[in-house]
């Protein structure tokens, strides 16, 4: 697999605008690399959800005490008249707030923000209701709200990409409209209004739905319900469907959904989704902080080897000190690895010199031969640690990078996600692979272009 030169493309939102960034801007396009200039919606999702997160949390709590007793998600009927006034109502709450603090944004001085950074493609303001409403677990099953209701976001989004569109100043950027859904049938209906609007670029909020930790045990499709043998993690689910639905959406329109940008999505596992969910041609660009939290918050990297398996490093360590290894294949853990070292053998002896304790974050926290002796996966070496977690953070970046270059956008790539989404299939079986097999049969079986 030839290794790119750089990334694709770089992402710059306009609420991290300052003279540094706009020089890192101007020298990025001045390599001839992409620009994503994205509208800094993000931090207003959060702000809104930190509003209203004690409300949301008391219903969920009910909902819960339903669910346990009810022994599958409560839907339909199964939800109290009484849950389901309250959450309609915390619903219009939250979108009455979030469109209030939408409306505040002058969008012209936001387009001159955006364009001040000379991007190739710009992600339109958008109306982020429906982010935030996922965010807080308020789920059409709890609020009774129809696809129109949905729709309703969605128009405004797309009455906000026409504001940037049409302005002559971005006649040779690529503007993408923002389109919400919660599941397929309302992402069906929203790429129907988008490609009737006009728009072939779409980009897709998906923050909300990968933190979202929650599990479901059913799918809704059109007017059939698929129940579930086991619930499995909803973001799975929740992709698959959402991206297929825009898809669909474009296709009975019979419009061409040119390109598809993912906003906030690096889990290694879901790419294939993404892969499979769109045209082959459509071309599909993602962006995340994740790749970051995980090398530095959780102490993850990502298994070149195993298309990007999360590994810890004190999960690493053990296997390594057990007879096991770990593949130094991106340039940045091989260079790394050339000036620091990279002792297996001696980490063993120490290892076992120390009684054979059990590795964990803490024991790689405190100096000792084995950490001295694995010293990227150290946090104990305080005078190369800096270096070791920009070194995990820039790995992490490759393997993503390697995987996207695997599921290019040309004919052929969604038999390439389908082998991707098989692999992870073929291991021992986790929440990660249960989850998967049913994007997969939403991907093959229930749903198709």
């Known amino acids: 697999m030839a290794q790119p030169k750089y990334l694709a493309a770089y992402l710059l939102s306009s609420h991290r605008i300052t003279p540094a960034t706009l020089e890192a801007a101007a020298h990025v396009r001045a390599l001839g690399i992409s620009l994503f200039a994205d509208n800094g919606t993000k931090p207003l999702i959060e702000q809104t959800i930190g509003e209203f997160e004690q409300r949301a949390r008391v219903l969920s709590s009910e909902l819960r005490s339903l669910r346990r007793r009810l022994g599958r998600v409560p839907r339909g009927r199964d939800v109290p008249r009484e849950i389901r006034a309250k959450s309609k109502q915390l619903a219009t709450d939250v979108v009455n707030r979030a469109t209030k603090v939408s409306e505040a944004i002058d969008t012209t001085d936001l387009s001159a923000l955006q364009l001040s950074m000379r991007p190739t493609d710009l992600i339109a303001q958008e109306d982020f209701a429906i982010g935030c409403l996922i965010g807080l677990g308020l789920e059409r099953e709890m609020t009774g709200w129809s696809v129109q209701d949905v729709d309703r976001r969605n128009l405004r989004s797309l009455t906000l990409w026409r504001r940037v569109a049409d302005d002559p100043r971005c006649a040779d950027i690529n503007v993408f409209a923002v389109l919400s859904a919660v599941d397929y049938n309302t992402a069906r209906s929203a790429g129907r209004l988008a490609s009737l609007a006009g728009v072939k670029n779409v980009a897709v909020g998906l923050a909300g739905i990968m933190l979202d930790s929650s599990a479901t045990d059913f799918m809704v499709f059109d007017t059939a319900c698929f129940k579930l043998a086991k619930p499995v993690a909803r973001r799975y689910v929740r992709l698959a469907q959402v991206l297929r639905g825009f898809a669909k959406g474009f296709a009975d329109t019979g419009v061409k959904l040119e390109r598809l940008h993912c906003l906030g999505l690096g889990a290694p596992a879901l790419f294939p989704i993404v892969a499979k969910a769109l045209g082959e041609t459509t071309r599909i660009t993602a962006d995340a902080t994740s790749p970051i939290h995980d090398a530095v918050r959780d102490r993850v990297l990502y298994d070149p080897e195993k298309d990007g398996v999360r590994e810890s490093t004190w999960e690493i360590v053990g296997h390594i000190v057990k007879g096991g290894s770990w593949a130094f294949l991106s340039p940045f853990t091989r260079n790394f690895r050339t000036e620091?070292?990279?002792?297996?053998?001696?980490?063993?002896?120490?290892?076992?010199?120390?009684g054979r304790p059990p590795i964990s974050q803490s024991f790689l926290e405190v100096p000792s031969e084995v950490t001295e002796a694995l010293p990227l996966f150290s946090d104990a070496e305080s005078a190369i640690q800096v270096i070791a977690?920009?070194?995990?953070?820039?790995?992490?970046?490759?393997?993503?990078?390697?995987?996207?270059?695997?599921?290019?956008?040309?004919?052929?790539?969604?038999?390439?996600?389908?082998?991707?989404?098989?692999?992870?299939?073929?291991?021992?079986?986790?929440?990660?692979?249960?989850?998967?097999?049913?994007?997969?049969?939403?991907?093959?079986e229930l749903t198709t272009l």
Do not use: M, P, Y
């Open 340 to 354: 620091f070292g990279h002792h297996v053998g001696k980490s063993r002896l120490a290892w076992k010199a120390l």
């Open 389 to 444: 977690s920009k070194t995990r953070i820039a790995h992490n970046h490759w393997v993503l990078g390697q995987i996207a270059a695997s599921l290019q956008d040309k004919k052929g790539r969604h038999r390439l996600a389908l082998a991707a989404i098989d692999r992870w299939l073929s291991e021992e079986q986790t929440v990660t692979s249960r989850s998967l097999s049913v994007a997969r049969r939403i991907l093959f």
